[in-house]
């Protein structure tokens, strides 16, 4: 909230803007919340060596980093993440309200997120030491959640069959480009940025505890068993979902319109098998060989 018990970035929503997308660097995102001058500023970030970035393709386990970040970083104590809205305690680097969110929260270290694939800001990570997490997600879950999203979404694209969302998302021709390059392109930096700590979505659904400890310890804040409990807790998928500082709720109805869908919507590993057809599964095999074959990791197809 600001002073003047506003919520930060929601007056800045412009109706105008609701249909618009800003093409960048060949890649589109929506113009209610970017302008070129947003993802200008972006690029050129001037990072302090003790941030922490999230940096995630869409629907790929975003807002549940930035609850499990905000509550190691407090030590599992859910009051900053019952009290202040996502996009505020870990705003979205390249989002038009960034600097307001950054002003109402002074609380260090600073949490920053992105959508942004790798080369948009590798030179503004360029001999910084922030803190980079880079969550990933089996992409054949990403474009189901993402299809659901897109409905709810009234900023984002519309697509009227599964089908049609699916070419579009192999193509890259989706908000924030192509799932390929941003996960080929961020996992690969392991080789060249020390402090980069990669997770999977199934590694943080399979085990939090574990998952959490990890990232607790690469962020350089080790916590008792019971903070850790108290982080696993909090940012469970039924927590979350029942607080409204993380499940877009506090979103107005034009922008976010809950009657299509819920922003938590299953927090499933594997509901593509309920979406995908057999066409689908090959159609989708078929390009995922020819762009990841040059790969060094792989993804958690079955848990
Ligand atoms: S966004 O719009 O890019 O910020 O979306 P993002 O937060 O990356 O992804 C949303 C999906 O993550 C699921 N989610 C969770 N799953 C398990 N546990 C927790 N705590 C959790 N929080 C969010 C959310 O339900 C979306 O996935 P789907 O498959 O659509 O349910």
């Known amino acids: 909230m600001s002073e003047t018990g506003e919520i930060v970035g929601l007056s800045m929503l412009e109706k105008a803007r609701m249909d618009v997308m800003e093409t960048y660097c060949g890649i589109i995102f929506p113009g209610l919340v970017h302008t070129q001058e947003s993802l200008q500023r972006a690029v050129t970030f001037q990072f302090q060596d003790t941030d922490i970035i999230i940096a995630t393709y869409p629907k790929s386990g975003t807002t549940w980093t930035q609850e499990i970040v905000t509550l190691i970083t407090r030590r599992g104590?859910?009051?900053l993440s019952e009290t202040v809205p996502n996009w505020v305690r870990a705003p979205w680097l390249e989002h038009i309200y960034l600097e307001d969110a950054l002003k109402?929260?002074?609380?260090?270290?600073r949490i920053l997120t992105t959508h942004f694939p790798y080369q948009l800001l590798s030179s503004a990570l360029q001999g910084s030491k922030v803190k980079v997490i880079y969550v990933s997600r089996n992409p054949k879950d990403v474009a189901v959640s993402y299809y659901h999203f897109c409905k709810m979404a009234e900023f984002f694209p519309s697509f009227t069959t599964f089908q049609e969302f699916l070419?579009?998302?192999l193509e890259g021709k989706v908000p924030y480009g192509s799932w390929f390059d941003h996960v080929k392109d961020w996992t690969s930096q392991t080789t060249t940025m020390n402090n980069l700590f990669t997770i999977t979505y199934e590694e943080l659904w399979q085990d939090p505890h574990d998952a959490i400890k990890r990232m607790s310890s690469f962020l350089h804040c080790p916590l008792e068993e019971n903070e850790v409990n108290n982080c696993v807790k909090h940012s469970s998928f039924r927590a979350m979902k029942e607080n409204?500082?993380?499940n877009s709720t506090l979103l107005p109805e034009h922008v976010m319109n809950h009657s299509k869908g819920s922003f938590m919507r299953k927090g499933k590993i594997g509901d593509w098998k309920n979406m995908f057809t057999e066409e689908q599964n090959q159609y989708?095999?078929?390009i995922y060989e020819s762009k990841?074959?040059?790969w060094s990791s792989e993804i958690v197809w079955e848990v």
Request: charged share 20%.
């Open 292 to 294: 990841m074959n040059d």
């Open 77 to 79: 104590d859910p009051h």
């Open 104 to 109: 109402a929260s002074s609380s260090t270290p």
């Open 167 to 169: 070419h579009q998302f």
């Open 244 to 246: 409204k500082m993380a």
């Open 284 to 286: 989708f095999k078929s």
